[in-house]
């Protein structure tokens, strides 16, 4: 089996290097493999001890240019220092407005917050609240107030119950009441005989529209000398949460760039390990039947194992830290890997099934299977590192990572697999395993018959996914990457739909008030606009006419003459009271009157302000007039977007809708946009590289050159296949599975080596399937498609998303490399002429 692998010129003749190795491998097992658990015990414990994740964009992508010198300018101006968002809703607004400030002030106390803004607990809103009611509910205030105070300030100043209940009852007498009215003017009275305090004030304000939603920003330092930056910030938020104890019925949920990079890095750890876990149960289950072999397996299992130790050392010790993409390498490594692992031990069966003996089995296998299947590592490493010259540094750490875990993967295979049959046994040969499969035959018998079919219907196929692949969209937005229901996501996007806020914000600088107030109001004019944000949305409106309006309706114009007792006014509205919450039996009118006047002192205090002047921008809060106006006297809009930053086609049309008014507006919707067109340059150069590193690889493994052409074609069509089935299905090409595309030509092409040598070796089809290639080629692709297609499992969806990608790409090639590419060969039959 395995004899499809490129060979030297003559397979058995041994080099002197090759011929040490093995028989070092035969005579000093013992010490080869003391060797070996050292290595790997060492790079356990490095790779334990330097473990670090960094889900930073900035480090992902190599910025540059004006988009990125805006970015800074506006940032040194204004920098937004708020790096946690706590987010505190509840169907009762004023409970969460009691809630947002307890959390505030346990956060002050916490010294890993460097700084707490919470807008809502400044006293300024308090102070100015009547400025801050929209128009409806400051109607509704002033008709409450015209009602109800008159004549409770003549109670308020003159301690007059009976005045009070007789120009209450001629207020109540008047035909022009509604029933609503008629409430309002008995809930005090009402409440009194309840023998409560009157809450003025809420009776007043019943009706307003308080917010659900309140919003709690935090600075605090990751510690970059951890694992997990962030893990400490994370822990101390999730600390003061539980220590405040919140009602029931408020609900605190935490985002920010913090916890998003958070939740996405413990996502991408879960779902690597998820992965993995998968892909290894799923290969003792293909090898088990395809093999039938334990000792094949455990030898395959360990040198993967092996391998994964070494690579994951080495990838930390070359790039630092791992990113939310290159950890992706552990599970790819699994299906790469085991393919090194079961060529090999597949090979060395194969020489004990034609009668050589053990050692003699391991020398011809180590010869036989060195070079192709470094040619194999090397194509790999090729499509790997593809993105590494570009300004992709994420996939270029990827591809460093995973080109090394090529080589070490290659030198695990080569030392564990030949010390376990050492130690172990080699694998037992069964004479029933070298009978021909009767698919397989069935196979070339339809491919000979139907050849020029399967060609005409592949060039047809190629136009159709071809036009389908122009189709494909790429997706800048890092929020499809994450998992959308990690708590971080759907806060952000409950901010965004309260308009409370949004990571996906813009920011413009006006160079003065009046330009600021000019783009304020174009901007609000725009659909893609759900609001903006200046130093102008903190100043009360119309503060000093709504005062003087107010006074004027608590102004008592006559004395009344009415009086009337509180027995009298009980017999006369006992029905009306009752349904407004009063008792049945009466109460003394002294203990009426103290409860009414309780809490009417700050209602005297708002009647004595004949003059109040209007707030100016100068009397604004510190923390709000630095955050919002410059030294130099620039004013900062914050524009938040009203669609979905989930759909890229709504992010690009919310900043041309934005830049259109100020054309410098910037901000992570600009960044990710101008990062994405990075990113696709990065695209067709990997693309350009892979191809070129290919052609390379073949022009030397290749014997007759116009096998590189049928060789590409698979290639090609499997790439079509998969930007057009991508397209289909509603996916696009993101910032992590933008690398399936070179990958498909890195991995892809093996298969075609493999094929090509054998079948120009056999000649013919029908001894081409009866040979091992294509069963070889079914239970690599077979592995391989298992380990990869496990990430559509993963909860991060950039993971899920090159699970998905990958596996439509791996069951193409299988498909079209043992269906169209022997098609081809037998078509095109060699001649000496395409010799060179």
């Given amino acids: 089996m395995f004899d499809n692998l490129p060979t030297l010129e003559n397979p058995y003749s041994e080099t002197l290097i090759v011929q040490r190795f093995t028989d070092t491998i035969i005579r000093f097992p013992k010490s080869l493999m003391l060797l070996v658990l050292s290595v790997t015990l060492v790079a356990g414990y490095y790779g334990v001890t330097h473990f670090s994740m960094n889900a930073d964009l900035n480090d992902l992508v190599e910025q540059k240019g004006s988009w990125r010198d805006n970015l800074d300018a506006v940032e040194s101006v204004f920098p937004d220092r708020g790096n946690v968002v706590i987010a505190v809703s509840s169907n009762d607004g004023a409970q969460a407005k009691k809630a947002t400030a307890k959390l505030a002030q346990a956060f002050k106390k916490q010294k890993i917050f460097q700084e707490v803004f919470a807008p809502s607990t400044l006293p300024w809103f308090e102070q100015y609240g009547l400025g801050f009611l929209n128009q409806q509910d400051f109607d509704a205030l002033d008709h409450k107030v015209t009602l109800l105070l008159p004549q409770m300030m003549t109670l308020s100043r003159n301690h007059d119950l009976h005045g009070y209940l007789g120009a209450l009852d001629k207020k109540l007498s008047s035909e022009d009441l509604s029933a609503q009215d008629v409430n309002t003017l008995l809930t005090p009275i009402a409440q009194a005989a309840n023998d409560n305090n009157v809450h003025w004030q809420g009776i007043l304000m019943d009706e307003a529209s308080v917010p659900n939603g309140y919003v709690i920003s935090l600075h605090a330092v990751p510690d970059f000398s951890e694992a997990e930056p962030n893990k400490a910030i994370m822990n101390a938020v999730r600390e003061v949460i539980s220590s405040v104890g919140m009602p029931a019925d408020v609900m605190v ?285 903190f100043l009360p409106v119309s503060y000093s006419q709504r005062v003087a309006q107010l006074n004027d309706s608590m102004k008592v114009h006559s004395q009344a003459k009415e009086r009337m007792s509180w027995v009298a006014f009980f017999a006369k509205y006992k029905s009306l009271l009752m349904v407004s919450g009063a008792p049945q039996t009466a109460i003394s009118e002294g203990a009426i009157k103290q409860h009414l006047l309780a809490e009417a002192a700050s209602l005297q205090q708002l009647s004595s302000q004949t003059t109040v002047s209007e707030p100016s921008v100068d009397m604004l809060p510190t923390q709000i007039r630095q955050k919002y106006i410059s030294e130099q006297g620039q004013w900062l809009l914050s524009i938040t977007p009203s669609g979905d930053m989930r759909d890229v086609s709504q992010v690009s049309a919310f900043i041309d809708a934005v830049q259109h008014i100020a054309p410098l507006a910037t901000g992570r919707a600009v960044a990710e946009q101008q990062v994405g067109q990075i990113i696709i340059k990065a695209f067709y150069t990997a693309i350009v590289i892979s191809i070129i590193g290919i052609t390379a690889i073949l022009l030397f493994s290749v014997r007759y050159k116009l096998d590189i052409l049928f060789i590409f074609i698979p290639l090609i069509l499997t790439t079509t296949t998969t930007l057009a089935i991508a397209h289909w299905f509603g996916q696009s090409l993101n910032m992590a599975n933008i690398i399936v595309i070179p990958l498909i030509f890195g991995l892809g092409v093996d298969n075609g080596i493999h094929i090509v040598k054998r079948f120009r070796r056999e000649q013919t089809i029908t001894r081409f399937f009866s040979s091992s290639t294509p069963k070889a080629t079914l239970i690599s692709c077979l592995t391989t498609i298992a380990t990869f297609g496990s990430l559509m499992l993963a909860d991060h969806q950039g993971m899920h998303s090159i699970g998905f990608l990958l596996t439509i790409a791996l069951s193409a090639i299988l498909c079209f490399s043992l269906l169209i590419l022997p098609a081809f060969l037998h078509r095109f039959e060699p001649n000496r002429e395409f010799e060179l």
């Fill in 253 to 537: 949920r935490v985002t920010g760039q913090t916890a998003l990079d958070f939740d996405e890095i413990q996502d991408a750890n879960d779902s690597v390990t998820l992965a993995g876990t998968v892909s290894l149960v799923s290969l003792i289950l293909i090898l088990a039947i395809g093999i039938r072999s334990l000792r094949i397996i455990a030898a395959s299992y360990l040198a993967v194992l092996v391998g994964l130790v070494w690579t994951f050392a080495a990838g930390l010790l070359l790039v630092g830290a791992f990113n939310t993409i290159s950890i992706v390498f552990m599970v790819i490594f699994i299906g790469l890997g085991v393919d090194f692992a079961v060529h090999l031990s597949l090979h060395i069966y194969d020489q004990r099934l034609k009668g050589h003996d053990n050692n003699d089995s391991l020398s011809f296998s180590v010869q036989h299977s060195i070079s192709p299947l470094g040619l194999c590592a090397l194509s790999s490493a090729v499509g790997f590192l593809s993105f590494y010259p570009t300004a992709y540094n994420g996939l270029g750490e990827l591809g460093i990572i995973s080109a090394a875990g090529m080589i070490l993967g290659l030198l695990a295979t080569f030392l564990v697999i030949p010390l376990f049959f050492q130690f172990f046994g080699y694998p037992k040969v069964k004479r029933s395993n070298a009978k021909r499969s009767k698919l397989a035959l069935k196979l070339s018998e339809m491919i000979i018959h139907h050849h020029k079919k399967i060609i005409a219907l592949t060039l047809l196929g190629a136009v159709i996914t071809g036009y389908g692949a122009q189709q494909f969209q790429f997706d800048f937005s890092t929020l499809v990457l994450k998992n959308k229901n990690s708590e971080s996501v759907e806060t952000l996007q409950w901010l965004q739909d309260n308009k409370l806020g949004s990571s996906y914000q813009l920011l413009a600088v006006a160079k003065d008030r009046e330009q600021a107030l000019q783009w304020e109001e174009q901007l609000n004019q725009q659909p893609e606009v759900a609001s903006t944000l200046s130093a102008n949305s």
